[in-house]
């Protein structure tokens, strides 16, 4: 069974645009040979903070695969600020932010080389915030180094905080803790907290899929998928 539970915004959740940032209507997508994922699943995710929460093989990540345009539903629609992913799929991709962290890196790429990419990549990179994250994950001692040589922790660090900085409107992150320690997890849930509360969440939406709710993180909307696949 798949469900969303219902938005419960707070006081100062309250002055965020009515509008939904993406809306999912009526999706259907499974593998060939496979049960069915998603059958006829729909909601509408607001600026803010939405966990997908939900178990090993219960979708999570093909789910992001989906938002993030990168796979295309077999039915339904998906809408980000309006766009549609089927009838204009390069604007759709242009506002989001998504990179499977389990895929490999290109060979040489350095840190560095690679989030300058990403700030030419998206409208909206917050250059303060990206230094902001690269200070608070330990990271400018690791920024010429390729990115292969990285650890999984590293490299994961190097991935959110580049994220957390782009701005994009609808930002994907997938089980964010894999591979940090204590001190690397304590500032990921301190700098979702502070997205959560930036005057610039309006109009952006944090989608993060875990297994659970990352303690006290404000989320605004949750996503719980349950079952198999």
Known sequence: MKKTTPVRPTPIEASIQAAPVL????????????QPLFTHWSTDVPAGLTLIQG??????????????GEWAPQQGRLLLQGIDAAD????????VF???????????????????GQRAM???????????????????????????QLS????????MAAALAS?????????????????S?????QALQRQAHSPLTPGRAVVVAHHDALGEVPWRHTIVLGGSG
Do not use: M, N
């Open 23 to 34: 809306q999912a209507q009526a999706i259907c997508f499974g593998h060939v040979q496979q």
């Open 55 to 68: 178990g090993d093989g219960t979708g999570k990540t093909s789910l992001l695969r989906l938002l993030a």
């Open 122 to 148: 998206h409208a909206h990179w917050s250059q303060h915030d990206w230094r902001d994250h690269v200070a608070g994950w330990g990271l400018a001692g690791h920024l010429h180094k390729p990115l292969q």
């Open 167 to 183: 701005g994009a409107p609808l930002t994907l992150l997938d089980e964010p803790l894999a591979g940090l320690d204590k001190a």
């Open 185 to 189: 997890i304590a500032y990921l849930l």
């Open 152 to 159: 999984t922790g590293s490299q994961r660090k190097v991935l």
């Open 98 to 116: 998504w990179r499977d962290p389990r895929s490999p890196w290109p060979d040489d790429l350095t840190a560095r080389d690679w989030a300058d």
């Open 88 to 95: 204009r799929p390069d604007q759709y991709r242009a506002q």
